[in-house]
């Protein structure tokens, strides 16, 4: 188990819930050393206020977390980030969003700005076109590591050819970049669903996925993606991704200091 998280969201994105406190002293009680709070990023266009934060909701979470960081440092190191997707045509004001925190986790869920969610839909097509948003993403330098890169088997009943080049491409521009990949514990609580060739399986984590990263040496970080304070004690968690990838030989981060942090 690791003693700290990155992956932290609140209740500005919409789909969260509890107050930047209370996650703190959940973080605190499951014994971390090490919080980052990565809520959605809000992009002054995007209408999509219930799977991101809205922009009026910014200075609002860079205040309580800097607070909460003061009042806690004590007791548990806080760290200040976003999980982000990445545009081209909003490159600009993802740089302005970089420099407000200390660190940005990759978390592509859309193609487009208020594009379809890709674990709604996810074509061969899609799947590649979302391998190619990550690959520009990891050139950045702006991100510390990429989150659920397996996302897109929500919308998959196969584990195609597209799916397996996509992969590759993924992993290799993270090992590129000199970033972390995320093994999403939060996945499972989507349940099991049947791909072909494969069973009855979890979307993500996907075996067959982490397959592919155990034949590279590249970084690996587990995060529960938590959307509730509770979820930060739910150390069974671990023990289902452990089932899931049993036998894979993974480069787990044990330190915070491995990771790209400002």
């Known amino acids: 188990m ?41 992009y002054r266009q995007s209408v999509l206020h219930k799977e991101r934060m809205p922009y009026e909701l910014k200075d609002d979470y860079l205040i309580s977390v800097a607070q909460l960081k003061k009042k806690y440092e004590d007791k548990i190191q ?51 076109a979302y391998a190619s948003l990550i690959e520009k993403a990891c050139a950045t330098g702006l991100f510390t590591y990429l989150a659920h890169p397996d996302y ?18 993924i992993i290799a521009a993270v ?18 669903k049947e791909v072909q060739g494969l069973g009855y399986v979890y979307a993500y984590p996907l075996r067959s996925f982490w397959e592919i990263v155990g034949d590279s040496d590249v970084l690996v970080i587990a995060g529960y993606d938590a959307h509730t304070p509770q979820t930060l004690l739910q150390s069974e968690r671990y023990e289902e991704v452990a089932t899931i990838l049993e036998g894979i030989n993974l480069n787990w981060i044990k330190d915070v200091s491995q990771l790209i942090l400002r």
């Not at 919409?14 to 002293?25: F, I, K, N, P, T």
């Not at 090992?175 to 099991?192: T, V």
């Open 175 to 192: 090992k590129k970049a000199g970033m972390a990949l995320e093994c999403n514990m939060n996945g499972s609580r989507y349940g099991k």
């Open 2 to 42: 690791q003693p700290f998280n990155f992956h932290t969201h609140t209740v500005r994105c919409g789909h969260a819930v509890g107050s930047d406190e209370e996650y703190v002293l959940k973080a605190i009680e499951a014994n971390m050393n090490t919080l980052g709070f990565s809520d959605h990023v809000p």
């Open 78 to 128: 806080i760290f200040l980030g976003y999980e982000a997707e990445y545009f081209d045509e909003h490159m600009d004001e993802l740089i302005e969003r970089y420099n407000e925190v200390d660190y940005m986790i990759l978390g592509q869920h859309n193609l487009s700005l208020d594009g379809i969610d890709l674990g709604r839909s996810a074509t061969d097509e899609q799947v590649l």
């Open 152 to 169: 897109f088997m929500l919308a998959r009943n196969d584990f195609s050819e597209a799916c397996v080049q996509a992969s590759h491409r």
